[in-house]
Nanobody, 123 residues
C-alpha cells in the first residue's frame, strides 16, 4: 500500500484546511486509518483515527471538537478536516494505514505511512 497525503499549507489562526490521503491498492476498505503529526524537535503524536467502515473515530484531546476524520472507501481516500486552527497545530501531518479494521492510536500499530504534508498556522 502506498499513501499520498496532500492539502497542507499556510493558514492564519482560526482558519481551516482539509488534508487528503489517497491509498493505492484494492484492500483499502479493510484498513483502519490514522493521522499523526510531528512538530519540529518533538516526537510524532497521534491526531485522529478511523475504523475500516468509518463507523468509529477517535481523536486526541488536543484536536477533539476542531478536527474531523472521515473516509471514502470508493475513492480510497481518508480526510482530515481541520477547523479553528491554532499555531500549535503547526507540524508535518502523516497519514497511516493499519492492516486491521480496528482503530489504533500508537504509531507502532500502523503498517504503512505516507510522506507527510506540512501545515503551518500563523498567529
Amino acid at each position: 500500500v502506498q499513501l499520498q497525503a496532500s492539502g497542507g499549507g499556510l493558514v492564519q489562526a482560526g482558519g481551516s484546511l482539509r488534508l487528503s490521503c489517497v491509498a493505492s491498492g484494492r484492500t483499502f476498505s479493510r484498513y483502519a486509518m490514522g493521522w499523526f503529526r510531528q512538530a519540529p524537535e518533538k516526537e510524532r503524536e497521534f491526531v485522529a483515527a478511523i475504523s475500516w467502515s468509518g463507523g468509529s473515530t477517535y481523536y486526541s484531546d488536543s484536536v477533539k471538537g476542531r478536527f474531523t476524520i472521515s473516509r471514502d472507501n470508493a475513492q480510497n481516500t481518508v480526510y482530515l478536516q481541520m477547523n479553528s486552527l491554532k499555531p500549535e497545530d503547526t507540524a508535518v501531518y502523516y497519514c497511516a494505514a493499519r492492516r486491521l479494521i480496528a482503530i489504533a492510536t500508537r504509531d507502532s500499530e500502523y503498517d504503512y505511512w505516507g510522506q507527510g504534508t506540512q501545515v503551518t498556522v500563523s498567529s
